[in-house]
């Protein structure tokens, strides 16, 4: 198996999806040991640079492994095998800890550089009923294909959606073996290098405030469960990070551009598209409710959507308590 640098490098124009061999990013004597996954780019991998680059897991008294996954939904299923005890999802993962397999503990951020695309002679939702549709299913163009179809009054019982790994959906798109995606930045750079006529159909900002597709870390369940003051350890390292990329954002995307080994120029054209939080607007938005609304949002948009019969009560998968006492 490639070692995460020589993955990433050849993984680079497509956003570094994939994964690779674990790496230690904090050291430190008599330290408690995490696995902690990640989803290689700005959003997920920056909180992990900045904690290594500020030695924020030696503060806690942890020593941290990083695994790089393509998605949330492999991480969950990591956790469900005990092999990872913390990961960082997109929100169209976030039906696994609605439905019990992992907990929510904290917010990332907000993301807006999901989009639904198509070739250059399609110009609306409503024209792609019965085309090949190429999505990486349970993730955020998953979703953001699902709310543009249900905006123009159609279900993915009207298009001929195809479930492809994203790196597999530039190819794809770029041959015109599809006809849109539900796809996202920086990989629609890729793609319009090669596609320049390509149409954006949807966008993050058209379902924004009603819809915020946040990122959130995640944390299996045993060890919320058995070990609070772990997590708790690990909250106030991400907490710091959060806090120190709000402040500085032009670092911050030096640091993840050196952690991923890819190009700056993608990196920072995620970085900026998004709606970086700090711990306090988090900790407000915990003891106001507004968390629990964003998703309670996607609960219901789960149950419509058919990938849930049933979703859990925010409060039973998110640990406001654990996030408010880190």
């Known amino acids: 198996m490639p070692s995460r640098r020589s993955f990433l490098k050849t993984s680079a124009a497509v956003a570094a999806f994939g994964l690779a061999m674990p790496a230690t990013i904090g050291r430190a004597q008599s330290a408690t040991n995490i696995s902690v996954g990640y989803i290689a780019d700005f959003p997920n991998a920056s909180v992990l640079a900045i904690a290594d680059n500020q030695k924020l897991w030696e503060a806690e008294g942890l020593t941290a492994d990083a695994k790089v996954f393509t998605n949330g939904p492999i991480q969950i299923q990591a956790m469900g095998a005990g092999s990872l005890d913390f990961g960082t999802i997109g929100p169209g993962a976030l039906w696994l800890p609605a439905s019990g397999r992992a907990k929510v ?43 543009a179809l249900e905006k123009a009054g159609m279900t993915v019982n009207d298009i001929d959606m195809v479930p492809m790994d994203p790196s597999t959906v530039v190819a794809a798109f770029a041959s015109r073996q599809i006809e849109a995606a539900g796809i996202w930045y920086p990989l629609i750079t890729v793609i319009k290098k090669q596609v320049p006529e390509m149409k954006e159909l949807a966008a993050n900002a058209d379902f924004y405030p009603d819809t915020s597709f946040i990122n959130t870390l995640v944390a299996r369940n045993e060890v919320v469960d058995q070990d609070p003051e772990k997590v708790k350890k690990f909250l106030s390292v991400m907490k710091k990070a959060i806090d120190w990329r709000a402040a500085n954002l032009d670092e911050s995307i030096e640091l993840t551009t050196a952690y991923l080994n890819a190009p700056k120029e993608a990196v920072e054209n995620v970085a900026r598209s998004r709606k970086l939080l700090t711990s306090q607007e988090l900790e407000t938005f915990t003891k106001d409710g507004t968390v629990e609304s964003w998703l309670d949002q996607f609960n219901k948009m789960f149950v419509e959507f058919g990938q849930l019969k049933e979703a859990m009560p925010p409060k039973e998968f998110y640990t406001a308590d654990l996030f408010l006492s880190a």
């Open 105 to 147: 503990i904290s917010v990332n951020d907000i993301g807006f550089s999901d989009r639904v695309i198509a070739q250059p002679d399609i110009a609306s939702i409503d024209q792609l009923k019965g085309k090949k549709v190429g999505v990486p299913q349970g993730t955020s163009g998953d979703m953001i294909l699902r709310l």
